[in-house]
Structure formats: C-alpha cells, structure tokens
Nanobody
Framework: QVQLVESGGGLMQAGGSLRLLCSASGSTFSLLTIAWHRHAPGNQRALVAVVTRVGTTTYSDSVKGRFTISRDNAKNTAYLQMSSLQPEDTAVYYC??????????WGQGTQVTVSS
C-alpha cells in the first residue's frame, strides 16, 4: 500500500511562487509514476502534471511554462514548483501515484489559494 502526504500549500498573492511536496511511503518510489491533480470549487478535478519513473514530464496547457514537476527518488518525494501563480490556480492539489497498470493511490490534498 502506498501512502502519500502532500504539503507546501498556502495563501499566495498573484505572481508569487509555491512549492508543493508529495512524500511517499510504503512503496518502491522509483517505480511510481507521479501526477499532480487539482480540484477547484465548481470544477472537475483536473490533471496538472505528470512525471514518469524515467523522468518524462507532461503538463496541462494551463500550467505549461509556469509549473515544474520533479522527483527525488532518494527522498521518496515529488515536487510541484509553481510560479507566476494566478487566482485561477486556486484549488486543492492532490498527489497521485501509480505503478504501471496498477490501481492509483491518492494523497489527502493541500489547499492552494491565490489572491489577486
């Protein structure tokens, strides 16, 4: 069983930066594909960024060029560096992990609020 704990969320003014962390336990972290999703009020949960076990990254169009996903396998931790934050980035951000072709695991989420 994979346990995921997100941290690093908070309140930030527009234009600022935050770094989210996703700490994993109970896993072979290096074999996991890690994704960040977000869920804003009134919207469906949306995929933000993905980093595969070999380090390939993909981003949604809404965050491309502003957010960077990365991982440190030695620390069993993934990161989402968010820059040039906008009010529309306000959401609960969730970390998701998955071994290839296996069920997905989710963290509890961390709130990010961006004020204008």
């Amino acid at each position: 069983q994979v346990q995921l704990v997100e941290s690093g969320g908070g309140l930030m003014q527009a234009g600022g930066s935050l770094r989210l962390l996703c700490s994993a336990s109970g896993s072979t972290f290096s074999l996991l594909t890690i994704a960040w999703h977000r869920h804003a009020p009134g919207n469906q949960r949306a995929l933000v960024a993905v980093v595969t076990r070999v380090g390939t990254t993909t981003y949604s169009d809404s965050v491309k060029g502003r957010f960077t996903i990365s991982r440190d396998n030695a620390k069993n931790t993934a990161y989402l560096q968010m820059s040039s934050l906008q009010p529309e980035d306000t959401a609960v951000y969730y970390c998701q992990a998955q071994y290839t072709l296996q069920p997905k695991w989710w963290g509890q989420g961390t709130q990010v609020t961006v004020s204008s």
